[in-house]
């Protein structure tokens, strides 16, 4: 872009050159890619050098004795897709995740939404703290924990037997193996809901209940579909530290219950089939990935017809 400028004389000037509309905002950004530059090389460095390696050693294959031989052959794939306990294991996986998920869904929902709506300024950074707190610890000291509870002589049992009636067998069980996810998952899903309701202005549910509404309408109507991008968000998260749970089946599951992530173990840490333990890897994180993008996109367009 240029302009023409008339000198006193009469004579008209040279045309000045005026940078591109974007060559500004390029400069500016150079600097910042420059110091972004390097973290970002070494963070998919770190992700994606692991896995092109265990993508490699999925397509070698696996001799009793060698561990592993330099091969490249898709055998250890259509031994999954032959094997029909390995296809019961995913299906379990789906399962128990879906199962999980939903229920941290619908128990961690009205908690966010109470701390955000009901809970006082005093007490609401307080109940967060509560929240939070277990996620300070690991997965397996929390899982010991309803080992102790959901035990044959337990604590569950124990108030089950003052109450007259006879124990029941939780341990070891797909039932126990959910209630644990659903502990250890449930923080996950409070606190990624809560930071979402904060962010829908109040005025609105006060707008829909002075029209009528009635307060599971304004919720339904109202919160529901403005909060749908933290819910998916919540919901993928829960998802996908669920499909690959392994504390929590290995403990509570016992060795009778099978999900993906204690199958990959058994497969690289006791066989010592690294190649079929890495296909195994790969078939769980691409059956994530696509449920996980699938659900995106149809999420996505419901909220834009909402919003429409």
């Known amino acids: 872009m240029s302009t023409a400028t008339t000198s006193p004389g009469g004579a008209s000037a040279p045309p000045l050159k005026l940078p591109a509309p974007g060559a500004r905002e390029r400069r500016r950004l150079s600097p910042a890619f420059g110091l972004a530059a390097p ?14 390696l265990m993508f490699r050693y999925s397509l070698n294959r696996f001799v009793p004795g060698q561990m592993m031989v330099e091969a490249l052959t898709l055998a250890n794939y259509q031994k999954f897709f032959a094997d029909s306990y390995y296809q019961e294991v995913l299906a379990t996986t789906l399962w128990v995740s879906g199962l999980s998920t939903l229920l941290c869904l619908l128990a961690g929902f009205p908690v966010a939404y109470f701390l955000v709506r009901q809970a006082s300024d005093k007490w609401k950074g307080r109940l967060l703290l509560l929240v939070i707190l277990p ?68 005025n609105l549910e ?29 919901t993928m998260l829960c998802f996908i530290l669920s499909m690959n749970a392994y504390a929590t089946p290995v403990l509570i599951g016992g060795p009778s219950f ?51």
């Open 39 to 52: 973290g970002t090389l070494f963070v998919v460095l770190a992700l994606m050098g692991p896995l092109a």
């Open 206 to 234: 006060a707008a829909a209940s002075s029209l009528g509404a009635s307060h599971l309408t304004t919720l339904w109507r109202v919160v529901l579909p403005l909060a749908l991008p933290g819910i998916l968000a919540g």
């Open 258 to 308: 099978q999900m993906m992530a204690p199958a990959v173990y058994q497969q690289v840490a006791k066989a010592m089939n690294w190649p079929f333990g890495a296909a195994l890897a790969f078939v769980l994180m691409a059956v994530t990935l696509v449920l996980t993008t699938t659900a995106n996109v149809l999420v996505q367009r419901r909220y834009r017809r909402w919003s429409e």
């Open 135 to 202: 996620l300070l610890m690991g997965n397996a000291v929390r899982t010991a924990a309803w080992m102790v509870i959901l035990g044959d002589k337990g604590l569950f049992n124990a108030f089950v037997g003052t109450l007259g009636l006879s124990p029941v067998k939780l341990m070891y069980t797909p039932t126990a193996v959910v209630i644990g996810l659903v502990s250890v998952l449930l923080p996950f899903m409070i606190v990624t809901l809560q930071s979402v309701i904060e962010g829908i202005d109040a």
